[in-house]
């Protein structure tokens, strides 16, 4: 049982570059959500999904597009990378919705030059 | 939406004394308050919540307790270890559902041999 697990562990890309960062996780839960982490302001929600095939923005979704085709795997894409979005991205998942642990990955350092 | 406060941003302490770090709320519907630690390149784990019906939840050496009255809820680590030095969040969900979580700014914990 691997939990929650992100790819790449680092990635650097240049201003207009587009990549995906990867989520899949095992644990047969329905919530995932992508969060970003800068210094000083804690964890900011991007984008989430209840289910598989669906998905929601969060606090900060600008710039940002997700995709659940299946249910384990949460993907999460930039599709012209901007200095702004240098950070460290994290992918959590959570079997229920409310009143329920979410369980985090160990994270993606982005940075975009 | 929710905004959850977070104090202080660093606290240093000496092994053996107690910490406490403080979180505020503002949307009176949230009914869950966790509490998540960060170690130092790893993605935040939950370490102990909180639902709204009680006031104080205890877990060996770590403690939470909630004042729905002032909107405000605290964690309390008491015999600190050096392997309680991390970055501990707050979070709330507000009166959305999916799981949504809002989190505080984060607390640098470093506690001194």
């Known amino acids: 049982n691997a939990g929650v697990t992100q790819t790449p562990k680092f990635r650097v890309l240049k201003t207009g570059q587009s990549m995906t960062l990867l989520c899949a996780q095992d644990m047969n839960h329905e919530y995932m959500y992508w969060y970003r982490q800068d210094p000083g302001m804690g964890l900011r929600l991007i984008h989430y999904?209840?289910?598989?095939?669906?998905?929601a923005k969060g606090e900060v979704p600008d710039g940002y597009n997700v995709s659940r085709l299946k249910k384990q795997n949460f993907l999460l894409g930039l599709e012209s990378a901007a200095p702004s979005q240098t950070s460290v991205y994290f992918c959590a998942s959570s079997y229920a919705a409310s009143l329920d642990t979410q369980y985090f990955g160990p994270g993606t350092r982005l940075t975009v030059l | 939406g929710e905004n959850v406060e977070q104090h202080p941003s660093t606290l240093s302490v000496q092994e053996g004394d107690s910490a406490v770090i403080k979180c505020t709320y503002s949307d009176s519907a949230s009914n869950y308050f966790p509490w998540y630690k960060q170690e130092l390149g790893k993605g935040p784990q939950l370490i102990i919540d909180i639902r709204s019906n009680v006031g104080e939840k205890k877990d060996q050496r770590i403690a939470v307790t909630l004042n729905k009255t002032a909107k405000h809820f605290s964690l309390h680590i008491t015999e600190t270890q050096p392997e309680d030095s991390a970055v501990y969040f707050c979070a709330a969900p507000g009166g959305t559902s999916y799981g949504k979580l809002t989190f505080g700014q984060g607390t640098i914990l470093t506690v001194h041999p």
């Open positions: 999904s209840v289910g598989e095939g669906t998905t």
